[in-house]
């Protein structure tokens, strides 16, 4: 029950920040949420390139700690992307999961969507696995 009622309060919370993030853009008609597992204890952090660029912007990046009791130390959570639509057109998105600070970073997760922007609408669809 208690798993249930986090994903009906974070669905809610998305849905206003979707509302706030098209307020902050005139035109804006959409915004998309990319949500990923994180645990910035270990050191990684989600970052997102995209090519080509100026299709989309990301508004917002945050990270929301699960739930633990008092206490715990490294435990994860989630890590949210909140795009808005910037010009029509079409762009590949590529979320990587690295150390930033490594030379050279290696991903140990990769996400790859496609965003399409027509007439100020975001469409967002994963790419297949490869």
Known sequence: MFPALLAKIFAFIQAVLMTLAAWGFPGVKSAAFVTFDANPSTGYTWVCDMEPEGVVA????????????????????????????????????T?????TWEEPPVPVQTARYTATVENGVLHLEEAPAE
């Open 95 to 99: 979320f990587l999961y690295l150390r």
């Open 58 to 93: 990301v508004k917002k990046e945050y990270y929301v700690p699960a739930p633990v009791p008092p206490g715990t130390v490294g435990s994860g959570g989630t890590y949210t992307f909140v795009l808005v639509p910037a010009a029509d057109g079409e762009t590949e998105l």
